[in-house]
Protein backbone atom coordinates (compact mmCIF):
# COMPACT_ATOMS: atom_id res chain seq x y z
CA UNK A 1 0.00 0.00 0.00
CA UNK A 2 1.07 3.85 -0.93
CA UNK A 3 0.82 6.28 2.08
CA UNK A 4 2.25 8.95 -0.14
CA UNK A 5 0.31 11.31 -1.80
CA UNK A 6 -0.26 10.00 -5.18
CA UNK A 7 -2.43 12.83 -6.95
CA UNK A 8 -0.43 15.92 -5.54
CA UNK A 9 2.88 14.16 -6.79
CA UNK A 10 1.76 13.62 -10.09
CA UNK A 11 -0.10 17.21 -10.42
CA UNK A 12 2.95 18.66 -9.10
CA UNK A 13 5.28 16.77 -12.08
CA UNK A 14 2.85 18.25 -14.66
CA UNK A 15 3.20 21.18 -13.45
CA UNK A 16 6.94 21.60 -13.33
CA UNK A 17 6.93 19.88 -17.10
CA UNK A 18 4.43 22.20 -18.37
CA UNK A 19 6.41 25.41 -16.88
CA UNK A 20 9.80 24.11 -18.24
CA UNK A 21 8.05 23.68 -21.45
CA UNK A 22 7.17 27.61 -21.77
CA UNK A 23 10.80 28.06 -21.25
CA UNK A 24 10.56 31.00 -18.14
CA UNK A 25 13.50 30.23 -16.08
CA UNK A 26 12.03 32.61 -13.51
CA UNK A 27 8.71 31.48 -13.32
CA UNK A 28 10.45 27.64 -13.21
CA UNK A 29 12.60 29.48 -10.03
CA UNK A 30 9.19 30.22 -8.57
CA UNK A 31 7.34 27.13 -8.37
CA UNK A 32 10.54 25.89 -6.86
CA UNK A 33 10.80 27.60 -4.01
CA UNK A 34 7.14 26.72 -3.39
CA UNK A 35 7.08 23.11 -3.36
CA UNK A 36 11.23 21.81 -3.38
CA UNK A 37 10.22 19.94 0.05
CA UNK A 38 11.86 16.60 1.06
CA UNK A 39 8.74 14.93 2.63
CA UNK A 40 6.60 16.61 0.12
CA UNK A 41 2.97 14.44 -0.12
CA UNK A 42 4.55 12.14 2.79
CA UNK A 43 7.36 10.56 0.62
CA UNK A 44 9.85 10.23 3.24
CA UNK A 45 7.82 8.81 5.47
CA UNK A 46 6.23 6.15 2.52
CA UNK A 47 9.74 5.05 2.27
CA UNK A 48 10.59 4.61 6.17
CA UNK A 49 7.47 2.65 6.43
CA UNK A 50 8.26 0.58 3.58
CA UNK A 51 12.10 0.09 4.51
CA UNK A 52 11.03 -0.76 7.93
CA UNK A 53 8.18 -3.98 7.49
CA UNK A 54 10.29 -6.61 6.88
CA UNK A 55 13.92 -8.37 6.21
CA UNK A 56 13.35 -8.94 2.97
CA UNK A 57 14.67 -6.97 -0.28
CA UNK A 58 12.80 -3.44 -0.44
CA UNK A 59 10.99 -2.39 -3.35
CA UNK A 60 12.05 0.03 -5.76
CA UNK A 61 11.19 3.52 -5.79
CA UNK A 62 8.24 4.21 -7.01
CA UNK A 63 8.09 4.69 -11.10
CA UNK A 64 6.25 8.45 -10.13
CA UNK A 65 8.38 9.56 -7.38
CA UNK A 66 11.67 8.64 -9.48
CA UNK A 67 10.03 10.94 -12.42
CA UNK A 68 9.51 13.78 -10.20
CA UNK A 69 13.28 13.46 -8.84
CA UNK A 70 14.27 13.56 -11.80
CA UNK A 71 12.58 16.58 -13.19
CA UNK A 72 13.31 18.60 -10.26
CA UNK A 73 17.04 17.94 -10.58
CA UNK A 74 17.20 18.27 -14.49
CA UNK A 75 15.52 21.70 -13.74
CA UNK A 76 17.57 22.68 -11.37
CA UNK A 77 20.75 22.05 -13.71
CA UNK A 78 18.69 24.17 -15.95
CA UNK A 79 18.44 27.51 -13.79
CA UNK A 80 22.00 27.00 -12.82
CA UNK A 81 23.32 26.80 -16.63
CA UNK A 82 20.68 29.57 -17.69
CA UNK A 83 21.95 32.82 -18.68
CA UNK A 84 19.33 35.08 -18.67
CA UNK A 85 19.25 35.10 -14.62
CA UNK A 86 22.26 36.89 -12.96
CA UNK A 87 25.20 34.85 -10.99
CA UNK A 88 24.05 36.30 -7.45
CA UNK A 89 20.20 35.77 -8.22
CA UNK A 90 21.41 31.88 -8.90
CA UNK A 91 23.16 31.89 -5.55
CA UNK A 92 20.64 33.37 -3.28
CA UNK A 93 17.86 30.96 -4.88
CA UNK A 94 20.02 27.51 -4.66
CA UNK A 95 21.28 28.61 -1.12
CA UNK A 96 17.74 29.68 0.39
CA UNK A 97 16.39 26.62 -1.62
CA UNK A 98 19.06 24.67 0.07
CA UNK A 99 19.01 25.12 3.35
CA UNK A 100 14.65 25.03 2.99
CA UNK A 101 15.39 21.36 2.07
CA UNK A 102 17.31 20.59 4.62
CA UNK A 103 20.24 18.59 5.27
CA UNK A 104 21.03 14.74 5.77
CA UNK A 105 23.34 13.19 9.19
CA UNK A 106 25.05 10.03 9.67
CA UNK A 107 24.40 8.75 13.11
CA UNK A 108 26.64 5.88 14.41
CA UNK A 109 25.67 4.40 18.31
CA UNK A 110 27.30 2.82 20.80
CA UNK A 111 27.41 -0.28 21.14
CA UNK A 112 31.44 -1.25 22.06
CA UNK A 113 33.79 -3.22 19.88
CA UNK A 114 30.34 -4.04 17.27
CA UNK A 115 30.77 -0.65 16.50
CA UNK A 116 33.13 -1.56 13.97
CA UNK A 117 30.24 -2.57 11.83
CA UNK A 118 29.48 1.55 11.18
CA UNK A 119 32.78 0.96 9.49
CA UNK A 120 30.42 -0.89 6.45
CA UNK A 121 27.68 1.00 6.91
CA UNK A 122 29.87 4.21 5.45
CA UNK A 123 31.40 2.47 2.99
CA UNK A 124 28.58 1.35 1.11
CA UNK A 125 27.60 5.08 1.27
CA UNK A 126 30.58 6.60 0.40
CA UNK A 127 30.79 4.27 -2.51
CA UNK A 128 27.48 5.40 -3.78
CA UNK A 129 28.88 9.05 -3.65
CA UNK A 130 25.99 9.13 -0.84
CA UNK A 131 28.21 9.71 2.80
CA UNK A 132 26.72 13.12 4.42
CA UNK A 133 28.77 15.93 5.02
CA UNK A 134 26.95 15.44 8.72
CA UNK A 135 28.47 12.82 11.12
CA UNK A 136 27.58 11.80 14.64
CA UNK A 137 28.79 9.79 17.10
CA UNK A 138 28.55 8.81 20.53
CA UNK A 139 30.96 5.51 22.44
CA UNK A 140 32.48 3.77 19.87
CA UNK A 141 30.23 5.62 16.92
CA UNK A 142 32.47 8.94 18.03
CA UNK A 143 35.71 6.92 17.26
CA UNK A 144 34.30 5.80 13.67
CA UNK A 145 33.16 9.26 13.03
CA UNK A 146 36.71 10.56 13.97
CA UNK A 147 38.64 8.85 11.91
CA UNK A 148 36.15 9.44 8.92
CA UNK A 149 35.54 12.70 9.69
CA UNK A 150 38.91 14.01 10.07
CA UNK A 151 40.15 12.52 6.51
CA UNK A 152 39.95 14.33 2.90
CA UNK A 153 37.70 12.94 0.45
CA UNK A 154 40.69 11.70 -1.34
CA UNK A 155 41.80 9.54 2.06
CA UNK A 156 38.35 8.17 2.26
CA UNK A 157 38.13 6.83 -1.10
CA UNK A 158 41.39 5.08 -0.78
CA UNK A 159 40.53 3.92 2.41
CA UNK A 160 36.84 2.34 1.48
CA UNK A 161 38.78 1.03 -1.68
CA UNK A 162 38.45 -2.72 -2.64
CA UNK A 163 42.36 -2.88 -3.19
CA UNK A 164 43.26 -1.20 -0.02
CA UNK A 165 40.26 -1.12 2.56
CA UNK A 166 41.96 -4.31 4.05
CA UNK A 167 45.54 -2.54 4.39
CA UNK A 168 44.17 0.06 5.85
CA UNK A 169 42.05 -0.61 8.02
CA UNK A 170 42.46 1.05 11.40
CA UNK A 171 44.21 -0.28 14.65
CA UNK A 172 41.54 -0.65 17.23
CA UNK A 173 43.25 -1.86 20.04
CA UNK A 174 41.96 0.50 22.71
CA UNK A 175 41.51 -1.96 25.95
CA UNK A 176 44.59 -2.32 28.13
CA UNK A 177 43.82 -5.73 29.73
CA UNK A 178 44.40 -9.11 27.61
CA UNK A 179 41.63 -11.09 29.72
CA UNK A 180 39.65 -11.07 32.33
CA UNK A 181 41.71 -11.53 35.26
CA UNK A 182 43.45 -8.03 34.64
CA UNK A 183 40.76 -6.27 33.82
CA UNK A 184 39.08 -6.95 37.54
CA UNK A 185 42.53 -5.85 39.04
CA UNK A 186 42.87 -2.94 37.38
CA UNK A 187 39.00 -2.46 38.84
CA UNK A 188 39.90 -3.26 42.26
CA UNK A 189 42.67 -0.92 42.01
CA UNK A 190 41.13 2.05 40.12
CA UNK A 191 37.18 1.87 40.02
CA UNK A 192 37.52 0.75 36.34
CA UNK A 193 38.20 -2.38 33.96
CA UNK A 194 40.80 -0.90 31.39
CA UNK A 195 43.46 2.10 31.52
CA UNK A 196 41.84 5.17 30.65
CA UNK A 197 46.04 6.64 29.59
CA UNK A 198 46.31 3.88 27.35
CA UNK A 199 43.32 4.25 26.11
CA UNK A 200 44.30 7.72 24.91
CA UNK A 201 47.39 7.03 23.78
CA UNK A 202 45.91 4.60 21.07
CA UNK A 203 43.34 7.27 19.73
CA UNK A 204 45.82 10.18 19.81
CA UNK A 205 47.93 8.22 17.40
CA UNK A 206 45.10 7.14 15.50
CA UNK A 207 43.64 11.04 15.04
CA UNK A 208 46.44 12.93 16.19
CA UNK A 209 45.98 16.03 18.06
CA UNK A 210 43.56 17.70 15.55
CA UNK A 211 40.73 19.95 17.03
CA UNK A 212 37.09 20.36 15.72
CA UNK A 213 37.93 23.33 13.54
CA UNK A 214 41.04 21.70 12.14
CA UNK A 215 39.49 18.65 11.23
CA UNK A 216 36.22 20.35 9.36
CA UNK A 217 39.11 22.53 7.44
CA UNK A 218 41.10 19.38 7.11
CA UNK A 219 38.06 17.25 5.57
CA UNK A 220 36.75 20.09 3.54
CA UNK A 221 33.70 20.92 5.24
CA UNK A 222 32.48 17.79 6.81
CA UNK A 223 31.13 18.33 10.07
CA UNK A 224 31.80 15.76 12.88
CA UNK A 225 29.95 15.78 16.17
CA UNK A 226 30.83 14.07 19.08
CA UNK A 227 28.30 13.63 21.99
CA UNK A 228 29.26 13.52 25.32
CA UNK A 229 27.19 13.55 29.04
CA UNK A 230 28.16 15.39 32.12
CA UNK A 231 28.86 13.61 35.67
CA UNK A 232 26.46 16.30 36.96
CA UNK A 233 22.85 16.05 38.38
CA UNK A 234 21.06 18.37 35.72
CA UNK A 235 23.29 18.96 32.96
CA UNK A 236 22.05 18.23 29.70
CA UNK A 237 24.66 16.49 27.10
CA UNK A 238 26.71 18.22 24.86
CA UNK A 239 27.28 18.04 21.37
CA UNK A 240 30.79 18.81 20.58
CA UNK A 241 31.40 20.18 16.97
CA UNK A 242 33.39 23.20 15.09
CA UNK A 243 30.57 25.13 16.26
CA UNK A 244 29.90 24.61 19.68
CA UNK A 245 33.50 23.50 20.47
CA UNK A 246 36.12 24.36 17.74
CA UNK A 247 39.26 24.28 19.85
CA UNK A 248 38.24 20.97 21.72
CA UNK A 249 40.93 18.38 20.75
CA UNK A 250 39.35 15.20 19.06
CA UNK A 251 40.46 12.38 21.06
CA UNK A 252 39.87 14.38 24.28
CA UNK A 253 36.18 14.38 23.05
CA UNK A 254 36.20 10.84 21.91
CA UNK A 255 37.79 9.41 25.24
CA UNK A 256 35.13 11.26 27.06
CA UNK A 257 32.27 10.22 24.93
CA UNK A 258 33.64 6.21 25.29
CA UNK A 259 33.89 6.71 29.23
CA UNK A 260 31.19 4.15 29.88
CA UNK A 261 30.74 3.24 33.93
CA UNK A 262 33.36 1.07 34.83
CA UNK A 263 34.86 0.82 31.27
CA UNK A 264 36.51 3.57 31.95
CA UNK A 265 36.75 6.47 34.50
CA UNK A 266 34.92 10.30 33.49
CA UNK A 267 37.32 12.41 31.29
CA UNK A 268 38.00 16.08 31.33
CA UNK A 269 38.01 17.68 28.23
CA UNK A 270 41.16 19.28 26.63
CA UNK A 271 41.08 22.40 24.57
CA UNK A 272 44.41 23.64 22.13
CA UNK A 273 45.29 26.99 23.09
CA UNK A 274 46.83 29.56 20.47
CA UNK A 275 50.48 28.57 21.50
CA UNK A 276 48.98 24.75 20.63
CA UNK A 277 49.78 23.39 24.29
CA UNK A 278 46.83 21.51 25.84
CA UNK A 279 44.14 23.40 28.23
CA UNK A 280 41.16 22.86 30.14
CA UNK A 281 38.34 23.08 27.69
CA UNK A 282 36.02 24.90 31.13
CA UNK A 283 37.66 26.74 33.75
CA UNK A 284 37.87 24.56 36.80
CA UNK A 285 35.28 24.84 39.33
CA UNK A 286 35.61 24.33 43.70
CA UNK A 287 35.34 20.83 42.79
CA UNK A 288 37.96 20.07 40.03
CA UNK A 289 37.82 19.92 36.70
CA UNK A 290 34.24 19.22 35.38
CA UNK A 291 34.31 15.40 33.64
CA UNK A 292 32.32 14.09 31.20
CA UNK A 293 31.25 10.50 30.22
CA UNK A 294 29.84 8.22 27.37
CA UNK A 295 27.56 9.99 25.25
CA UNK A 296 25.05 6.84 24.78
CA UNK A 297 23.92 6.74 28.17
CA UNK A 298 21.79 9.67 27.57
CA UNK A 299 22.00 10.77 24.14
CA UNK A 300 23.22 8.41 21.58
CA UNK A 301 21.61 9.58 18.81
CA UNK A 302 21.43 13.68 19.36
CA UNK A 303 18.99 14.31 16.49
CA UNK A 304 17.26 17.40 18.26
CA UNK A 305 20.74 18.98 18.44
CA UNK A 306 21.52 18.28 14.84
CA UNK A 307 18.48 19.88 14.14
CA UNK A 308 19.03 22.84 15.34
CA UNK A 309 22.59 23.15 14.78
CA UNK A 310 22.45 22.17 11.30
CA UNK A 311 19.39 22.31 9.69
CA UNK A 312 19.13 18.28 9.62
CA UNK A 313 15.90 16.89 8.59
CA UNK A 314 16.48 12.87 7.32
CA UNK A 315 18.63 10.84 9.53
CA UNK A 316 20.61 8.04 8.43
CA UNK A 317 21.32 5.65 11.70
CA UNK A 318 23.81 3.00 12.36
CA UNK A 319 23.09 0.96 15.45
CA UNK A 320 24.62 -1.76 17.39
CA UNK A 321 23.59 -1.02 20.73
CA UNK A 322 23.63 -4.56 22.52
CA UNK A 323 20.38 -3.63 24.80
CA UNK A 324 18.73 -2.12 21.44
CA UNK A 325 18.95 -4.84 18.90
CA UNK A 326 17.26 -7.71 20.32
CA UNK A 327 14.20 -4.77 20.81
CA UNK A 328 14.67 -3.65 17.24
CA UNK A 329 14.57 -7.46 16.19
CA UNK A 330 10.85 -7.97 18.46
CA UNK A 331 9.52 -5.55 16.39
CA UNK A 332 10.45 -5.88 13.28
CA UNK A 333 9.23 -9.36 13.70
CA UNK A 334 6.14 -7.65 14.75
CA UNK A 335 5.59 -5.29 11.71
CA UNK A 336 6.91 -8.30 9.26
CA UNK A 337 3.48 -10.15 10.57
CA UNK A 338 0.59 -7.53 9.15
CA UNK A 339 -0.52 -3.92 9.99
CA UNK A 340 -2.20 -4.71 13.26
CA UNK A 341 0.79 -6.16 14.91
CA UNK A 342 3.15 -3.81 13.35
CA UNK A 343 0.67 -1.17 14.87
CA UNK A 344 0.55 -3.10 18.41
CA UNK A 345 4.77 -2.72 17.96
CA UNK A 346 4.53 1.01 17.57
CA UNK A 347 2.25 1.67 20.12
CA UNK A 348 4.29 -0.32 23.25
CA UNK A 349 7.28 1.44 21.91
CA UNK A 350 6.08 4.76 22.44
CA UNK A 351 4.29 4.02 25.01
CA UNK A 352 8.11 2.52 27.06
CA UNK A 353 9.39 5.92 25.73
CA UNK A 354 6.41 7.97 27.45
CA UNK A 355 6.85 6.27 30.45
CA UNK A 356 10.68 6.93 30.67
CA UNK A 357 10.50 10.13 29.76
CA UNK A 358 8.01 10.54 32.65
CA UNK A 359 10.13 9.39 35.32
CA UNK A 360 12.76 11.34 34.32
CA UNK A 361 11.06 14.47 34.49
CA UNK A 362 9.13 13.61 37.48
CA UNK A 363 11.48 11.36 40.09
CA UNK A 364 14.94 12.24 38.19
CA UNK A 365 16.98 10.22 41.10
CA UNK A 366 15.32 7.35 40.83
CA UNK A 367 17.49 6.26 37.66
CA UNK A 368 20.58 5.60 39.55
CA UNK A 369 21.98 2.84 36.83
CA UNK A 370 20.78 4.61 33.44
CA UNK A 371 18.03 2.24 32.56
CA UNK A 372 15.47 5.14 31.84
CA UNK A 373 18.25 7.09 30.08
CA UNK A 374 19.13 4.29 28.05
CA UNK A 375 15.87 2.56 26.64
CA UNK A 376 13.70 6.17 26.74
CA UNK A 377 15.54 7.54 23.45
CA UNK A 378 15.25 7.45 19.95
CA UNK A 379 16.40 4.23 18.34
CA UNK A 380 16.29 4.43 14.84
CA UNK A 381 15.87 6.84 11.80
CA UNK A 382 14.61 7.50 8.90
CA UNK A 383 16.85 4.88 7.25
CA UNK A 384 18.51 2.72 9.64
CA UNK A 385 21.08 0.26 9.90
CA UNK A 386 20.95 -2.46 12.60
CA UNK A 387 23.46 -5.40 13.08
CA UNK A 388 21.89 -8.53 13.73
CA UNK A 389 24.92 -9.92 15.91
CA UNK A 390 25.83 -13.39 16.80
CA UNK A 391 26.12 -14.62 20.23
CA UNK A 392 30.02 -15.29 19.11
CA UNK A 393 30.24 -11.24 17.70
CA UNK A 394 28.99 -10.36 20.99
CA UNK A 395 31.24 -12.25 23.38
CA UNK A 396 33.75 -10.33 21.69
CA UNK A 397 32.02 -6.70 22.86
CA UNK A 398 34.50 -5.30 25.41
CA UNK A 399 37.62 -7.04 23.98
CA UNK A 400 40.19 -5.78 21.10
CA UNK A 401 38.59 -6.16 17.60
CA UNK A 402 41.28 -8.23 15.45
CA UNK A 403 41.40 -7.04 11.77
CA UNK A 404 39.51 -10.53 10.77
CA UNK A 405 36.66 -9.21 12.93
CA UNK A 406 37.01 -5.85 11.82
CA UNK A 407 36.78 -6.92 8.15
CA UNK A 408 33.71 -9.51 9.43
CA UNK A 409 31.72 -6.82 10.66
CA UNK A 410 32.20 -4.45 8.24
CA UNK A 411 30.89 -6.64 5.63
CA UNK A 412 28.10 -6.89 7.45
CA UNK A 413 27.66 -2.64 7.94
CA UNK A 414 27.96 -2.89 3.94
CA UNK A 415 25.22 -5.81 3.11
CA UNK A 416 22.75 -4.29 5.50
CA UNK A 417 22.49 -0.31 4.61
CA UNK A 418 22.54 -1.92 0.48
CA UNK A 419 18.93 -2.72 0.26
CA UNK A 420 18.21 0.87 1.07
CA UNK A 421 20.42 2.58 -0.76
CA UNK A 422 17.41 3.71 -3.39
CA UNK A 423 15.45 5.32 -0.63
CA UNK A 424 18.29 7.32 0.64
CA UNK A 425 19.05 8.33 -2.72
CA UNK A 426 16.08 9.06 -3.11
CA UNK A 427 16.20 11.27 -0.03
CA UNK A 428 19.29 12.84 -0.57
CA UNK A 429 19.37 12.96 -4.51
CA UNK A 430 17.91 17.05 -4.67
CA UNK A 431 20.64 18.04 -1.19
CA UNK A 432 23.10 16.38 -3.39
CA UNK A 433 22.18 18.39 -6.59
CA UNK A 434 21.96 21.56 -4.59
Given at each position: SRSYDVELIDEQLRQLQAQR????????????????LRNLGSLQSDCKVRFSKSNAEPP?????????MAELKSQLFSIAQDETVTIQEKLVFLQETRHCFGRTALMMSGGGTLGTFHVGVA???NRKHLLPRVLAGSSVGSIIAAIIGSRTQEELDEFF???HFW?????LTFFSGNDSMSAMKHYLRTGALHDIDFFQRCLRALLGDLT???AYDRSGGRILSVCVCATTTGEKPRLLNYLTSPHVVLWSAVAASCAFPSLFPPQPLLAKSRSGAFVPWLPEGKLGPRRWRDGSLEADLPMDNLRELFNCNY???SQTNPHIVPLLRVKR????RGSALALWAYFIESEWKHRCRQVLDLIPGVDVFDVFKLFGQQWEGDATAVMWYTWKQFSHIASNPTREFLFETATMGEKEIWPQLAAIEHACGIELVL
Open positions: ASGNVEEMMFLLRADIAVPRAVRQYRALSEEDLLPDFQEFIVWFTS
